[in-house]
């Protein structure tokens, strides 16, 4: 199996389209193959594979759009997550587990049940969000490689 | 609980993944929302589902799952039979209804994991 070399640096940037929820949750499953060829722990795969699906599937059904940055350094990765808006109004209660503006469609197709924020958090070493309404919200995860 | 019994107490049909059918699983999570079942981060839980979308079967994948079972006669679509063979995923599907699933299996001695909050 391939291992992380110290000082490989790897770096990749995808699109995700509003509204495409059937193509949701490709990219993360590409991220755990990757992850899991180059030897990375199995939790640490798959506690990054949630956050990246929570974060994917929220492009999808709330956002105009974005882009997901995987960078994989040697003792940890960052996972940026943008999209174009529109925004989040209160950022403290997006947070709140159960609360969301999930259209009934998308409950209906198994999301938006408030969990995708916390989960995030709760699946990353580190998570900060800054959002701008009108403008957009970005997401950083970061995950230690070490379990 | 191994597979193959999961499989002959809800008389499911199973669509792929035989090779798992001698796996131990020793617990459940049973929902429509797949946003509950991503709280919890344990593999070793078979999914039960009423929700028949590539989505459950992703998010089984994206869990390292080793099994589905689609309750109320779900069947599933040829795709998401293909996304579960290529990641070593048993699919089962019963005409239960998930609160007899779920009665089946805890009856016979399938337990729930606990949330990350502690809760049951």
């Known amino acids: 199996m391939e291992r992380i070399e110290k000082e490989t640096t790897y770096q990749e940037t995808r699109k995700v389209e509003k509204g495409d929820f059937a193509a949701a949750g490709q990219i993360s499953a590409s991220y755990k193959n990757m992850l899991k060829r180059l030897g990375v722990d199995s939790k640490v795969v798959r506690r990054l594979a949630i956050a990246s699906y929570e974060a994917e599937i929220n492009l999808a059904i709330h956002t105009f759009g974005g882009s997901m940055t995987i960078t994989v350094y040697p003792d940890h990765i960052v996972l940026v997550v943008k999209d174009t808006g529109p925004g989040i109004a209160d950022i403290g209660l997006a947070m709140q587990e159960g609360y969301s503006t999930a259209s ?3 409950r209906m197709l198994g999301f938006g049940a408030g969990m995708g924020l916390p989960n995030m958090k709760r699946c990353s070493d580190t998570f900060e969000i800054t959002s701008e309404l009108g403008i957009g919200t970005t997401i950083e995860m ?5 379990p | 609980m191994k597979v193959s019994q999961i499989a002959q107490i809800l008389r ?22 797949m946003s509950d079942v991503l709280v919890c981060n344990d593999s070793d839980r078979v999914l039960i589902s009423g929700l028949c979308t590539v989505h459950t079967v992703l998010t089984a994948q994206i869990l390292d799952l080793r099994a ?14 293909e996304v579960a063979e290529e990641n070593g995923i048993t699919v089962l599907c019963t005409d239960m209804s998930m609160f007899n699933t779920c009665g089946e299996l805890y009856k016979h001695g399938m337990k729930g994991r606990a949330r990350p909050d502690g809760t049951d």
């Open chain 1, 104 to 106: 009934e469609q998308v």
């Open chain 2, 68 to 81: 589905i079972v689609f309750v109320r006669g779900k069947r599933p679509t040829p795709e998401m039979i």
């Open chain 1, 142 to 146: 970061g995950f230690l490689l070490t």
């Open chain 2, 12 to 33: 499911a049909e199973v669509r792929c993944g035989e090779e798992n059918l001698g796996l131990d699983i020793p617990y459940a999570v049973a929902s429509d929302m």
